[in-house]
Every structure is written in structure tokens, then in C-alpha cells.
T-cell receptor
């Protein structure tokens, strides 16, 4: 069963803590993306990766870090430097440049709350 | 910064009627256009892709693209209460990224 999984579904963090959100896909997609969504807002791009061991900053990368050591996995770390991390975090993947038109498919999301 | 604009709504449509959702974009070089449906508390789901001027139909959904006027629209025929959701328009930025609009909240009234 192909798809994108994210864990955990809900995450609570104390101020000053780093937390890591997991994203795994078995679609054999080259490209993976992390977005943040705030209530009533669209999606804002945090980081993206087109190939293993390479990634680029999106529009709101400050306070976040990522790694892409395997094609299937693209974890996101929310660091203590992120001033307002409470949000809905969405991971997406696409066939990438090889796929041509960049249709992106989303995982179920992780809802992060800072206590 | 490329922009994608949508009316945030809410758009209220009676059951069985046609819902019309609109989106404008700023980058004349954009080639790929997508509509996503997002139910409350859930992640976006891709429902339509369109790449050429004109209409593309898929079941009750029709996407319309006019590159000269830089707008893309989504029509939902025979609207059902299950169509009540937020609809996100997305447009490519270069070969690697999508830019999303803020979404239009659609409510179908029985």
C-alpha cells in the first residue's frame, strides 16, 4: 500500500525543546517537502529536497532543520530557535524533476503544540 | 515572491447547484496548476491538475485555465454536503516548488 506516513499525529513540546517530526514515503518519489499551515492560512514551504543528501531552504526555514539521508525519509527538526512553532506540519512528496509536472501528495500531518 | 490569490470565503452554495471557485496568479511563466481539497483537521488531497488552456473535466469537477488572464477556476457540479471543505489552489514556481493560495472555504447547504 503506497503512501506517505507522518508521526506522531499530535506532539506537545515545552518551550526550549527541540522536537523531530518523522516523514516516510514508499512511493519511490525523488522529491520531498515540508510545509507549515496556521489556522485559516495556506501552506508555507519550510524546506524541500530533490535528491538524497541535498535540500534547500523554503520561505520560512529559520528555526527548522532537515536531513535527507535516505530517499524514503525526510525528518524535520523544530528547534528552540523557532519563535512560534505551534502549527499543523505537512510533509509532501512528488516524482520530482523526472515526473515533469510536480504533482505533490501529502501525508496526514503532525499537529504540534507548544505548552 | 510569486503570489496566488483566492477569495477566502466562506462561499455558501445550495445542494445540487454549481460551486465556482476562482484563483489568480502573478507569474506569467507558470505552467502547472492544481486544486486540492482539505477537510477540517485533515491534510490536502489533490483533486485536479491542469496544464493547458481550456477545460478539463473529471466526474463532477471541471478545472478551467486561462493563461492570458492568469486565472484558474474549479467548478463543482451537483454540489453535495460532502463537498464542504477548503479548496486550495496551487501554481508551480519554477520546476521544483508550488505556491499555494490561502484557500476558499466552501459550504454546501442541504
Amino acid at each position: 500500500d503506497g503512501g506517505i506516513t507522518q508521526s506522531p499525529k499530535y506532539l506537545f513540546r515545552k518551550e526550549g525543546q527541540n522536537v523531530t517530526l518523522s516523514c516516510e514515503q514508499n512511493l519511490n518519489h525523488d522529491a520531498m517537502y515540508w510545509y507549515r499551515q496556521d489556522p485559516g492560512q495556506g501552506l508555507r514551504l519550510i524546506y524541500y529536497s530533490q535528491i538524497v543528501n541535498d535540500f534547500q531552504k523554503g520561505d520560512i526555514a529559520e528555526g527548522y532543520s532537515v536531513s535527507r539521508e535516505k530517499k524514503e525519509s525526510f525528518p524535520l527538526t523544530v528547534t528552540s530557535a523557532q519563535k512560534n512553532p505551534t502549527a499543523f506540519y505537512l510533509c509532501a512528496s512528488s516524482a520530482g524533476l523526472a515526473g515533469g509536472y510536480n504533482e505533490q501528495f501529502f501525508g496526514p500531518g503532525t499537529r504540534l503544540t507548544v505548552l | 515572491q510569486k503570489e496566488v490569490e483566492q477569495n477566502s470565503g466562506p462561499l455558501s452554495v445550495p445542494e445540487g447547484a454549481i460551486a465556482s471557485l476562482n484563483c489568480t496568479y502573478s507569474d506569467r511563466g507558470s505552467q502547472s496548476f492544481f486544486w486540492y481539497r482539505q477537510y477540517s483537521g485533515k491534510s490536502p488531497e489533490l483533486i485536479m491538475s491542469i496544464y493547458s488552456n481550456g477545460d478539463k473535466e473529471d466526474g463532477r469537477f471541471t478545472a478551467q485555465l486561462n493563461k492570458a488572464s492568469q486565472y484558474v477556476s474549479l467548478l463543482i457540479r451537483d454540489s453535495q454536503p460532502s463537498d464542504s471543505a477548503t479548496y486550495l489552489c496551487a501554481v508551480n514556481e519554477g520546476a521544483q516548488k508550488l505556491v499555494f493560495g490561502q484557500g476558499t472555504r466552501l459550504t454546501i447547504n442541504p
